[in-house]
């Protein structure tokens, strides 16, 4: 059973809801026709896990244009990279895909811990390499980019090459939470998606115990060019 970690400190907490909704936004064209299909094509495992099989939820594939091929597989190619990437923690290969130095209006940075706090005061709200290899633990950790894993693991890059998006929801039964991930190509950007929402089939044992799902939603953009994928900008809400 898998069971996704998620910040859930103050800062994440005092988001605005237009704010989510701008983040959920990239999925919303493609779920309201998708949702009917769920109970069809899930299948509850021995664990307790219930499965939604990927594509299932895939987005119609739009026609690609005869000169797109090579930057479809190029896509895929450096999707491919960084699965690897995150799976074997290569610091090295993850800060390749970004642009050094980092702006706050990219990537977020609160309370990392002092010495990085102090430094990053110092340069103006800018993350250099070195910075960021050095404090990369804690970074993975404020942002969960340990969910890259899992978002790989449900969903196989390939899957472009026939659709513009394709997604996955891992649903664990007795949750309160359903945990989505999914991975959209619009021309050269490409936006990774993971988070969690409240599960409607969860039937809450105790009414008075509030919120049963911490909903969050942790959105990567990268345009692909030169060959790579380069990071160009996160959202974060919940």
Known sequence: ???APFLKSTFFRRASAGILLAVLSVLSSCNSEQKAKTSDTASVKNDDTVIVDG???ATPAAPLKSDSSALVKGIISELDRMNQAFVKHDVAQ???FFDFPIHDTALVFFEINPEFDAQYKANGNKVSRAMFSKHYSRIEEFH???EFIPLFK?????GLLKSNMVEHEHR?????CYYFYSIRRQGATVILTYG???SSAYVNPDPEEGE????????WFFEFRDGKLHFVKQMTAG
């Open 154 to 158: 449900y969903l196989k890059p390939e």
């Open 55 to 57: 594509s299932s939820l």
């Open 196 to 198: 969690t929402n409240t």
């Open 212 to 219: 049963v799902c911490g909903e969050y939603a942790g959105t």
């Open 172 to 176: 664990v039964k007795n949750d309160g």
């Open 1 to 3: 059973m898998i069971i």
């Open 144 to 146: 969960s980019m340990t």
């Open 94 to 96: 993850i800060t390749s």
